[in-house]
């Protein structure tokens, strides 16, 4: 089948872990729709992808609004069609006040891309005098990012058998659990979505430190 196909797939498969994702606990979910290396495939497909961008804004805006989704856009936005800026906007304006789910679509994203424009930005503002280049910390740089004010990602879900981030939020994904599936992504299906936090409930996360087994033996010895 032509790769459209299995583009349009990966829509449907979007929609449908969007609908799961609330009723399994989950209040920030991030989608990698285009990086920003994508625009070297061939036009054809670039130019197809887009359509089903503008497709999926268009039909399930209306759906995500009501269901309390809010959309959040992360990724370069200077040079892209003034027609899909637009959209984006849109969807981030209308569903600005929504709770129930926040959806962050990864849009001309690239985790080293965001970093150098982050760092840009810092170092232009320190350039005009309005910042103090010893104040920068990990914590001011990451309010800086795309993502700011939103949680760094507890799961990362990799599908197709990619044992690989693939420049996927590079800095957020620090301390991530990383779950890589055999499956492809038109094929993912809420079973799972489940499956991999059932994964994700029984592992300990430690962020560099001792795990609980650890520090009981420390305080026994």
């Known amino acids: ?3 459209l196909a299995g583009h349009r797939a990966g829509v449907e498969a979007l929609r449908k872990t969007v609908r799961a994702a609330p009723g399994l606990g989950i209040s920030f979910l991030t989608v990698y729709a285009f990086s920003s290396e994508n625009w070297s495939r061939p036009k054809s497909e670039v130019s197809d992808l887009m359509g089903l961008l503008k497709l999926f804004i268009r039909r399930d805006l209306a759906e995500l609004h009501q269901s309390g989704v809010r959309v959040r856009i992360i990724g370069d936005r200077t040079g892209l069609q003034s027609d899909i800026r637009t959209l984006l906007e849109e969807a981030e304006t209308l569903t600005v006040r929504n709770t129930a789910l926040t959806l ?7 985790g080293r891309d965001e970093i150098v424009r982050t ?3 810092l170092a232009a503002a320190a350039a005009r ?3 103090d280049s010893e104040a920068i910390t990990a914590e001011s740089f990451a309010g800086a990012l795309d993502t700011a004010g939103i949680p760094d990602p507890e ?3 990799r599908t197709s058998g990619e044992l690989r981030l693939s420049n996927f939020l590079l800095w957020q994904a620090a301390y991530s659990e990383l779950v890589f599936l055999p499956c492809y992504w038109p094929d993912f299906s809420r079973k799972h979505l489940a499956d991999a936090l059932r994964d994700f409930a029984g592992r300990e996360r430690r962020f560099g430190g001792l795990g609980a087994q650890d520090v009981a033996a420390t305080a026994k010895g």
């Open 155 to 157: 799961l990362v879900i």
């Open 129 to 131: 005098g309005e910042l």
């Open 119 to 121: 760092a840009r930005k």
């Open 1 to 3: 089948m032509p790769r």
């Open 104 to 110: 962050i679509i990864a849009f001309n994203y690239g």
